[in-house]
């Protein structure tokens, strides 16, 4: 992840040189549209980061080296998906950091500290947010593994299961069937629980609130489930390929 952090940090001063170059000193360290361009650039960097960790994670549960390590198949699942976690929050926090960091060089941080809606439903606000990243990021990180132990476990049973093409299309048929179930479900469960709320929408911070404690307690169920359909498929179907 450092390297990563690294190629932006590189890019970020390769702008704020060019800015100097073309656009001289106007006595700012650093002007407040930096603070967008910084934001793009760790938009791209959560982006790779996530892909690196879903294509590391997914490599753990069919190789040798670590399918041998003497640990259950739970303690293995466990443990693998525990180290993507914070390998991807130890890259927001730095994210977070830099990003600070910047934005009180541009003088946007201290404007915002003294702004009267600075308070404690910023902090809880921001917590439920950090909650829905986390969640969000494990909620994709079990459905790809289970789509991916599904398409293993019914490739098994076709005579030309490990043809590209037709786990291509497998590959295609159960992400879209996933998806469907996924969305009705969701989309059922959400409308069952808020089927009187104002047709308005959200009209103060206590009900978005309570729909943010909805959409992550929506979220740990359906990690919950990822996670049992992964650790049975895990410890009955899947076999090592390298």
Do not use: C
């Amino acid at each position: 992840m450092n390297w990563i952090v690294g190629i932006e940090l590189i890019a970020f001063v390769v702008i704020y040189l060019l800015r100097l170059v073309t656009g001289g000193w106007n006595g700012s360290i650093m002007p407040g549209y930096f603070v967008g361009i910084y934001a793009f650039e760790a938009g791209i960097v959560s982006l790779v980061g996530f892909v690196m960790l879903s294509r590391s994670n997914e490599q753990v549960f069919t190789s040798n080296n670590y399918r041998l390590i003497p640990a259950s198949d739970t303690k293995l699942y466990f443990s693998n998906i525990l180290t993507t976690v914070v390998a991807y929050l130890y890259l927001q926090i730095l994210e977070a950091i830099l990003g600070n960091i910047v934005m009180f060089a541009s003088g946007m941080g201290k404007s915002l500290m003294m702004s009267p809606e600075f308070g404690g439903s910023n902090f809880l606000m921001g917590f439920e947010l950090f909650l829905v990243l986390v969640l969000g990021a494990l909620l994709l990180w079990t459905g790809i593994t289970v789509i991916h132990f599904l398409i293993n476990w019914i490739s098994g049973f076709l005579p030309f299961g490990r043809q590209k093409l037709v786990t291509f299309i497998l590959y295609f048929v159960v992400t879209w069937i996933a998806l469907v179930i996924f969305n009705f479900t969701t989309g059922k469960v959400i409308s069952f629980l808020y089927k009187n709320i104002s047709l308005q929408g959200i009209s103060n911070m206590a009900q978005f609130s309570r729909i943010m404690w909805l959409s992550i307690a929506i979220t740990f169920v359906w990690v919950a489930i990822f996670t049992a359909a992964n650790i049975y498929l895990l410890k009955r179907w899947t076999e090592t390929t390298r």
